[in-house]
Each structure stands twice: as C-alpha cells, then as structure tokens.
C-alpha cells in the first residue's frame, strides 16, 4: 500500500507545479496523481494556486505592441498553413498601397515607347497629363494610407484605455461588496456579539474584536492596534472552548494593519478569544508566551 | 473573484477554443489573443522587464502554443495554467540565454514587496489593483519565496541559498502560499 500523504509532503507536487522537475519525474507525478486523487487534489490546489498568482499579474499588452505582435504571430502561422508562402515579414506589409503602385507601373510605359515617332507632341502632352495625376493620386494615397494607421493606432489605445475602465470598475464593484457586506457585520448587535480583546500585560497597548455569530459560527477580526510583527512570523486567532484552544485562522497582512475586517475560519463554540504570534502559516497548537491580546465573550 | 477570469473558467468553456485551436481555425488564435495575452505577457513581462523583449517572447510563446496544441491534455490542467507554463519557460530561457542572471536576481529581489508596496500610492494603477488585493493575503516572506520560484526561475533550493534560509523552509512557505492563493477563487 502506498503511502500518498507521505508523498504528498515530500515536495514533489510543489516541484512538479513550479516545473522544476524533468520528464521523467513529472510522468511518475502525473502517474500517482492518477492512482490517488488526494494526490490529484493537492497537485491541482497547487496549479491553481500559481494560476491564480500569474493571472493576478495581468497587463495590457501596450498599444503598439499589440498590433504588432497579433499580426506576426497570425502572419507566421498563417505563411505555414497556405503552401509557399511570402515570408512573414512581407505577409505583414499592409496591402493597401500595392494595387495603385500596380496600375501606375504599367500605364505611363506604353506612353513612352511612343515617344520617338513624329506625332510625339500631342502624345507626350497626354504622358505628362497621366505622369501629373499618376502622381497626384500617389501623394493622395500616401496621406489617406498614414491616416488610416494613425486612425488603427487610435482604436487600439481606445480599446485598451476601454479594458482598463472595465476593470476598474470590476475591482470598485469587489470592494463595495465586501464593504457592504463588513458594514452588515458590524450594524447587526444581534446576530454579532462583539468580544472585545485587550493587550496581554506584556503587549497593554494592543486592541482588537471579534464580531462572532453563535447561530452561523461566523468569525470575523477587527484589528485597532497590534504590535508590528518580527520577521517570519504570522498573528494567529485562536477560540478557547471549554479551555481548549481551537485555531480560527491566522491574520493577513493588511488585517494585522487594522486595514480591514477579516472572515476567520467558521468556530462551533467559544467562550473566550486570544491571539498569539506564529511562525508564518500558523501553527497547530498556540504559543502561549506570545499571546498579545485576550477577551471573554 | 470576477477579475481573475482565466484560472476561474470552467473546463468546459475552455473546450471548444481548444477544439477549433486544434482544427487550425486561425480566427481562434485571435480569439485566443484577445483573452489570454494580457495575462501572459503580463507573467512574461515581469521576467523579462522589458516591454519589447516582453512582446517578442509573447509573439514566440503564441507561434508554440499553436503548434503544441496537439500535446495539451485537459485531464493534467487547465488550459490557462499550460500556456502561461509555456510562456513563462520561454521568458527564464530568454534572461538565461541573454546573461540577464546576475542582473535579474539583484533587481528582482529589491523590487519585490517593499519597493511596489512604497510606489503604489503615487499613481492609481488598475491592473495592479487585483494584484495587491492578492498579495495582501501573503506575508512578505511567502511572497518573496514565489517571486524567487516563479518569476526568478529559481529551484526551491537555489532559493533557499539565495534567501540563506534552510530549504524545508522555503518549501513550507511555498507550499503555504500556494495553498492560500488557491483558495481564493473557491
């Protein structure tokens, strides 16, 4: 009988994930992931985990590069889908100046060719004609050529600026719904009962309160004032339940702040709070020298 | 959370861009551009720290992910974690191969978290709003571990030496705060 929670602790998963390993290795991975799904499970916490962290990371390509990077990538698969292809560089030359060059190499020749005979006078009047609104119409098309890219760079900008306000307002609406949902904790006196926990003698200074619904098991922290924290370590919230410590969670940065409210993990019962200072990640059982603050419900 | 879109996607939705990616439909490789290039070249970017380099290496990832599709398989991960892997394996093999090592790895250890904590106040950035609401989950100490294993291309054990911290420490700390980030999108 294998032993998948061994494997699951030996680092392999974190390895596999973060692409450290050769293919070899990733097949033996992939192999107890299909045999166990505990190990299918916590490989693919870990995948979403990084999935998470590299989509946080979001850009917009730049306006500019943009253009230029689908035209390439659509040029060079496209040159290798249709059989003798331009290269891509010349498959991405926009094509509409080439028809007009075309009727303007051909039209003046037969012009010329005539030249040397007697009647020339009428007809070289008429190639000068041609050679003038040849050239017109080239200027003409150069101008509406440099507006019409001037006019696709400006697309492209509004478009990005566009994505950028939906995404604004996409991170305002997430804020306004934990605000509101932070506001509804603390304006219910009846499903929340606020415990107020004071500093330790070690740490008088520090303040914080629990808002905790006994019906739903709701926690949720509101730091004032914590000690700042050494390096490497985490504020963790316990509940003491009949004397027994359970863990509610450690803090997040910006709650350890006083930043704002934090939703702790759910506590069935509990007759005090305390919180003590953890190694980062938390701890199973709390540090009772460090505990900073304390309160009874 | 609505603003991470791609790792959110249910497989099935994922499906059918892969089956028209496969059948050489080139209209799904513009579909494709527009859905995912922000969050690649926002990875390959942060690597690379250069936005025409950034855009090279996207271009390159782009041509590869079209010509691997045969190769992905939904059953080993989502389709968003598979070509921001490719794309991010190509942008530590660009700093690799232009000796960018020992430049990056100064550079990416000062502007990790205390350098972009102090510059967000001066300019309200958007893109970079999902990004600390994120972090802000993690301590200091755990981000740093991932900047160093993700966006630095370090092993976890060249990280432990870098960060002079014993390696079962910087395997917890990775461990924890990949555990903690997955959770949010539950």
Redesign the interface.
């Known amino acids: 009988m294998e032993d998948y929670q061994e494997y699951i602790e030996s680092g392999r998963l974190e390895q596999y994930a973060l692409g450290e390993l050769d293919p070899a290795a990733r097949a033996e991975v992939e192999a107890w992931a299909a045999r166990h799904p505990q190990v299918r499970q916590e490989l693919d916490e870990l995948l979403t985990g990084l999935g998470v962290y590299a989509e946080a990371h979001t850009l917009a390509v730049p306006a500019g590069l943009r253009d230029r990077v689908l035209s390439r990538v659509l040029a060079e698969i496209g040159a290798e889908a249709s059989a003798g292809a331009a290269s891509p560089g010349a498959a991405s030359i926009p094509a509409p100046a080439a028809p007009t060059m075309r009727v303007s190499a051909s039209n003046p020749r037969p012009a010329e060719t005539y030249t040397p005979e007697p009647v020339a006078g009428s007809r070289s009047g008429w190639a000068i004609a041609a050679s003038v609104a040849l050239l017109l119409s080239l200027a003409v098309n150069a101008l509406l050529y440099s507006r019409w890219q001037q006019a696709s760079t400006d697309l492209v900008a509004a478009q990005n600026s566009q994505a950028r306000f939906a995404q604004t307002s996409q991170v305002m609406e997430r804020r306004l719904t934990s605000t509101q949902e932070q506001l509804h904790v603390l304006r219910s006196p009846q499903e929340y009962k606020m415990v107020a926990l004071a500093g330790t003698p070690a740490h008088t200074s520090a303040r914080a309160r629990v808002l905790y619904n006994g019906a739903s098991h709701r926690v949720y922290l509101d730091v004032q004032q914590l000690p700042p924290l050494p390096a490497g370590k985490q504020y963790q919230l316990w509940a003491l339940d009949k004397g027994k410590p359970v863990d509610a969670g450690v803090l997040a940065a910006n709650t350890a702040a006083g930043d704002s409210l934090q939703q702790m993990k759910d506590i069935a019962s509990a007759q005090a709070f305390a919180m003590t200072v953890e190694p980062t990640g938390g701890s199973v059982g709390p540090t009772l020298d460090t505990m900073t603050v304390i309160g009874n419900i | 959370?609505?603003?991470?879109p791609?790792?959110s996607t249910p497989p099935a939705a994922e499906a059918a861009l892969v089956d028209r990616l496969r059948a050489?439909d080139?209209s799904a490789?513009?579909e494709f551009?527009d859905r995912y290039?922000?969050?690649l070249?926002?990875?390959i970017?942060?690597i690379v720290k250069d936005?025409?380099e950034a855009?090279d290496v996207?271009?390159e990832a782009?041509?590869k992910i079209?010509h691997s599709m045969a190769g992905y398989d939904h059953a080993?991960?989502?389709l968003?974690?598979w070509v921001?892997?490719i794309s991010?394996?190509l942008a530590i093999d660009k700093i690799r191969s232009l000796q960018h090592r020992v430049g990056s790895r100064t550079q990416g250890l000062d502007d990790s978290p205390a350098a972009q904590r102090q510059a967000a106040p001066d300019t309200f950035r958007?893109?970079h709003?999902?990004?600390q609401?994120?972090?802000?989950?993690?301590?200091?100490?755990?981000r740093q571990v991932?900047d160093l294993?993700?966006f630095g291309g370090f092993?976890?054990s060249e990280a432990a030496e870098e960060l002079n911290l014993p390696l079962g420490t910087v395997?917890?700390?990775?461990?924890?705060?990949?555990?903690?980030?997955?959770k949010?999108?539950r």
Do not use: C, H
């Not at chain 2, 959370?1 to 991470?4: A, E, H």
């Open positions: 959370m609505s603003d991470l791609l790792i050489r080139q490789m513009t551009y290039s922000a969050a070249y926002g990875v970017n942060r936005e025409d855009a996207l271009q782009l041509v079209w080993k991960g989502r968003f974690t921001v892997n991010r394996n958007p893109e709003v999902g990004l609401e994120i972090t802000s989950k993690l301590v200091p100490e755990q991932i294993l993700y092993t976890q395997k917890t700390r990775a461990r924890t705060a990949l555990k903690i980030l997955a949010l999108i």
